[in-house]
């Protein structure tokens, strides 16, 4: 009975041989990053002693196919390729004509997309000779990815995590330190910067601005130690379109393409894996009526309030100046808020995109996003992360315009990862404690009036 398929698979031989560059078919090539203590275009040399010179060729690269090593596509083997599910039951309980896919990505070791580019920024720092690499994390996401990498390869990982995290939120440090992981709160000891910050208040709960600044310093002064950042950056994306090629082919194989896709967004990495390969399509004018549709939440509106323009990458001011939509280096996520996607910017490639009207963006309240999330456990089974769930508020309600509107569209969207260790978030939102928040004006215009002086 084909009718009833929900898993499509590919086989392991399918998984691509090459990442998609975006940047190769840009119809306006991207502003460039700025060097954040001149503002002057940045170089290559500057980045040498945070990444391996492979990424920053990525970085900057206009070519279109950029092949994944063999060892890079080894340790994919683990988990990849991801299963393209339809979700019947859902469009069931729905009532609606539409037909909703998801790319499960929850099915890596580390539970979540991120492994996509961990893998492969550990291969690409290994074979530099490098022996260390200290980042940050807030809940510990990219943490426990990069550990799972630094397992895979050798490489030691040195992991800032937020203070506040570190004390309520454990099973992720114990997934890093079962995975050789290191793993400090941050204000930590360890760095001028922490121990500074530890003089003023012992009891700092730090903020992922802070914990950049330990990781950015960590890595500057050792010669055997780089840095890495999980999202937003043009390679980071680049390795998670690995995603969105699978996703392609398998599109072909079920007979379909999608009208709307669809991606929670808070660097940017997943949705942008997803949606890359098919936006060249929209580009090029053979998908004209494509619609993409990043998610983000109302209290960290980055896409939907801000304004696009040159900001600094985190809150210390160390990291490059990037032109992004952007609600200010100084934003403060509101301790109200329980859903990730936290950053106070959004990774470059989609602000650009957004700005040239490719793909478009929508803000979510926070408990109308868990009641998606809880109707989703209890369809498709899947407990979703809360980051995922602000994606699949967005599926819901265009399938309800369907219903409405009775068109059969075809809705794909990222499934970036499951929740099994969100289950306070679970809880709050199912004892009644979450509310909806809404960021305000005035604190925007606050946070933008320190924008950097750019010429
Ligand atoms: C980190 C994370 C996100 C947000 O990061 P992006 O770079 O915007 O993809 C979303 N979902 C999950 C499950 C994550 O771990």
Not at 22 to 32: C, E, R
Not at 45 to 65: G, H, K, N, Y
Not at 191 to 212: F, H, K, Q, W, Y
Not at 433 to 455: F, N, S, T
Request: negative net charge.
């Amino acid at each position: 009975m084909s009718d009833n398929i929900v898993k499509y698979t590919l086989n392991e031989r399918d998984i691509p041989r090459y990442w998609y560059n975006i940047q190769a078919d840009l119809p306006v090539p991207m502003a460039p990053a700025l060097h954040p203590v001149t503002a002057q275009p940045l170089t290559p040399p500057d980045l040498a002693p945070l990444f391996p010179m492979e990424l920053i060729m990525q970085e900057v690269s206009t070519e279109r196919w950029i092949e994944i090593p063999d060892e890079v596509l080894d340790a994919y083997r683990l988990w990849r390729p991801t299963t393209l599910f339809r979700a019947r039951r859902l469009e069931k309980l729905l009532g609606t004509p539409a037909k909703i896919f998801y790319k499960y990505e929850g099915v890596s070791p580390a539970g979540s997309h991120k492994p996509n580019t961990a893998v492969a920024q550990a291969y690409y720092n290994k074979k530099e000779g490098i022996k260390r690499i200290a980042t940050e994390t807030g809940a510990g996401q990219w943490g426990s990815a990069l550990s799972f990498a630094g397992a895979l390869f050798g490489i030691e990982i040195k992991v800032y995590m937020v203070r506040v995290s570190y004390d309520q939120k454990p099973y992720r440090r114990i997934m890093m330190e079962a995975w050789g992981g290191k793993c400090v709160p941050s204000p930590s000891p360890d760095t001028n910067v922490g121990r500074m910050m530890l003089a003023e208040d012992p009891n700092c709960p730090g903020s992922l601005g802070l914990a950049i600044s330990e990781a950015v310093e960590d890595a500057m002064s050792r010669d055997d130690t780089h840095y890495s950042l999980g999202s937003v950056l043009n390679h980071v994306l680049l390795h998670q379109t690995v995603n969105g090629l699978e996703a392609k082919k398998l599109m072909e194989e079920v007979g379909e393409y999608p009208d709307i896709i669809i991606g929670c967004a808070g660097g940017g990495s997943n949705a942008a894996g997803l949606f890359l390969p098919f936006v060249k399509d929209k580009i090029e004018g053979s998908r004209p009526n494509l619609r993409v549709i990043n998610v983000e939440p109302y209290s960290c509106p980055t896409m939907t309030k801000g304004p696009f323009a040159y900001d600094y990458g985190d809150n210390a001011k160390m990291a490059p100046i990037v032109k992004m939509y952007t609600l200010g280096h100084g934003y403060m996520p509101p301790p109200i808020h329980a859903g990730g996607l936290r950053y106070h910017g959004i990774a470059p490639i989609i602000s650009h995109l957004l700005k040239l009207g490719f793909v478009e963006a929508r803000a979510v309240h926070q408990l109308e996003t868990f009641e998606a999330g809880i109707m989703f456990a209890r369809t498709e089974g899947i407990l979703s992360a809360p980051e995922t769930m602000h994606a699949i508020r967005a599926v819901i309600d265009e399938a309800l315009v369907c219903k409405k509107t009775g068109e059969a569209k075809t809705i794909l969207f990222n499934h970036s990862g499951h929740g099994h260790v969100d289950m306070n978030a679970y809880d709050a939102y199912l004892s009644g404690k979450l509310q909806d928040y809404e960021y305000p004006d005035e604190k925007i215009r606050e946070c933008l009036a320190d924008l950097p002086k750019v010429g």
